[in-house]
């Protein structure tokens, strides 16, 4: 079984968040049954970026990379406090380690900054939000990532970066292929309706 750590600071976009659980939840019952996914929070409640209210099923203190086969982080927003959340050292350290095992890392638009402040973009190719005078782009090459400004998803090696929700379940879809195979990801998503 491979295991999925959906990491959650407050002020996670919910969207971003829960085609994780989407779609790693449709091959578990409807694909090849070999994902699971386990929420795991930074505090005991979350709330999201429009005050949707989230209960994780761990906070990070209670889990080790070491039980992961791989980590998904979605963005959020600043002000509903993400970054003071995502920017926690303890939230750095879990992302270092799982780039040191080698583990795949999936983000979701300004998720990526959060890798990138863990360090462990530093030289790697990558992207984050892309509009609004590219501003989260520039804070992220400001990082020591090399931004690929038009690339809708940027795969270095382990890490998935992607340029906004648009791009949500095709980050998805990319880590659960990672996981398992293009053909089983194919049907999940022809059972999920994106493929006929």
Known sequence: MKKVCLLLPNGFEAVEASVFTDVIGWNGEEGDGSTELVTVGTRKELTCTWNFTVIPEKVLSEVTVEEFDAL?????????????????SDVLAFIREFDRQGKIIASICVGALVIGKSGVLEGRNATTYNLNGRKRQMQLAAMGANVQPDQPIVIDKNIITSYNPATAFDVAFTLLESLTSKKNTD?????????S
């Open 187 to 195: 049907n999940v998503k022809r059972l999920m309706g994106f493929l």
């Open 72 to 88: 998904a982080l979605p963005g959020g927003f600043e002000t509903a406090g993400f970054y003071e959340d995502a920017f926690r």
